[in-house]
């Protein structure tokens, strides 16, 4: 069998071509394998459940009777340290499991603003 002249250089463009597509696509077109968007999907859904639980966070810590203290702990705490007396503190152990847990205490405490002014007493406040 005798193949035309101009095969042997189409098949060599087309290896060629769809290689450099590949290349191109991974690296400038955004494309992904399925591993790479399975662990994008997982870190983004725990970012959503973090996000979601930060308000149940912030109203146990501000329901509880010992928050004042609980505070306290937290502020004389070393900077790298707050996040586990926020956990020792009970306010990332959310509802329906036994551990507190990690993130949702970093994002608590953040949205906890310690390092702000002491809080009032409720006697004191004006509501003039």
Same mark, same amino acid.
């Given at each position: 069998m005798?193949a035309p002249?101009w095969l042997?250089p189409g098949?060599?463009?087309a290896?060629? *071509? #769809?290689a450099?597509? *590949?290349?191109?696509?991974?690296?400038w077109? @955004?494309?992904v394998t @399925? #591993?790479t968007?399975?662990?994008?999907? &997982?870190?983004m859904?725990?970012? !959503?459940?973090?996000?979601?639980m930060?308000?149940?966070? +912030?109203? &146990?810590?501000?329901?509880?009777?010992?928050?004042?203290?609980k505070l306290?702990?937290?502020? =004389?705490?070393s /900077?790298?340290?707050?996040r !586990? =007396?926020l &956990?020792?503190?009970?306010?990332?152990? &959310?509802? @329906? /499991?036994?551990?507190?847990?990690?993130d949702?205490a970093?994002?608590?405490?953040?949205? +906890?603003?310690v390092?702000?002014?002491?809080? +009032?007493?409720?006697?004191?406040v004006?509501e #003039?």
């Amino acid at each position: 069998m005798n193949a035309p002249e101009w095969l042997k250089p189409g098949i060599y463009g087309a290896v060629i *071509g #769809g290689a450099l597509v *590949g290349v191109v696509g991974f690296t400038w077109g @955004g494309w992904v394998t @399925g #591993g790479t968007a399975n662990d994008r999907a &997982m870190a983004m859904s725990q970012e !959503d459940v973090v996000a979601s639980m930060v308000p149940v966070c +912030l109203e &146990m810590a501000q329901s509880d009777p010992a928050r004042a203290e609980k505070l306290e702990t937290i502020r =004389a705490a070393s /900077t790298y340290q707050r996040r !586990d =007396a926020l &956990m020792e503190a009970g306010w990332a152990t &959310m509802p @329906g /499991t036994d551990a507190p847990n990690r993130d949702i205490a970093q994002a608590c405490l953040a949205a +906890l603003d310690v390092d702000a002014l002491p809080e +009032l007493p409720e006697s004191a406040v004006d509501e #003039g």
